[in-house]
T-cell receptor
Framework: DSGVTQTPKHLITATGQRVTLRCSPR?????VYWYQQSLDQGLQFLIQ???????AKGNILERFSAQQFPDLHSELNLSSLELGDSALYFC??????????????FGEGSRLTVL | GNSVTQMEGPVTLSEEAFLTINCTYT??????LFWYVQYPGEGLQLLLK?????DKGSNKGFEATYRKETTSFHLEKGSVQVSDSAVYFC?????????FGAGTRLTVKP
């Protein structure tokens, strides 16, 4: 158990809809990363937050947005969904005081299926 | 920012064969280097890491050496097992920027 919790584990929805994925980082971790994993694109970095502030942005579409709340949990919002958004979305956290620099701890992922 | 290039898969080996998965990186300065493993149906987990040149990370029979001169961090194992079947990701971390390679799927057949 990595200590990172993601909900929901599975989600099936229709094109054009909007969904929210939630991530609770390990206790004390300040950084949250979101990744998208699809069969043909590998592991794509979407966005990173550190202590509530956006720190880095990767290949995140304009239809997607994220935020990190004061209690450090994070949400990834996906809107106007398309078939190609079907993927496994991972959250990872890092940054516990005294933790190993750079090591990420991954949740089990949220599998999104867009029909 | 950092970038990581790793050997494309899939890789299929027989049990007890020797494994090498190549990984090279580009980065400003000297990043920390990692290998993560993703077993079927699970999230990624750290396999091994190295934080400075010539360091060797090792775990579960896997090894990788941080080579500054060739900017590489190749993963090796002398004798793979069926249970090693997974996707392996190389990663580089520097200045709060973590980047992953595309992943290499390894299948080990009995």
């Amino acid at each position: 158990d990595s200590g990172v919790t993601q909900t929901p584990k599975h989600l099936i929805t229709a094109t054009g809809q909007r969904v929210t994925l939630r991530c609770s980082p390990r206790s004390g971790d300040l950084s949250v990363y979101w990744y998208q994993q699809s069969l043909d694109q590998g592991l794509q970095f979407l966005i990173q937050y550190y202590n509530g502030e956006e720190r880095a942005k990767g290949n995140i579409l304009e239809r997607f947005s994220a935020q990190q709340f004061p209690d450090l949990h994070s949400e990834l919002n996906l809107s106007s969904l398309e078939l190609g958004d079907s993927a496994l979305y991972f959250c990872a956290s890092s940054g516990s005081p005294g933790g190993r620099d750079g090591e990420l701890f991954f949740g089990e992922g949220s599998r999104l299926t867009v029909l | 920012g950092n970038s990581v290039t790793q050997m494309e898969g899939p890789v299929t080996l027989s049990e007890e064969a020797f494994l090498t998965i190549n990984c090279t990186y580009t980065a400003t300065g000297y990043p920390s280097l990692f290998w993560y493993v993703q077993y079927p149906g699970e999230g990624l987990q750290l396999l091994l890491k190295a934080t400075k040149a010539d360091d060797k990370g090792s775990n579960k029979g896997f090894e990788a050496t941080y080579r500054k001169e060739t900017t590489s961090f190749h993963l090796e194992k002398g004798s793979v097992q069926v249970s090693d079947s997974a996707v392996y990701f190389c990663a580089a971390y520097n200045n709060n920027d973590m980047r992953f390679g595309a992943g290499t799927r390894l299948t080990v057949k009995p």
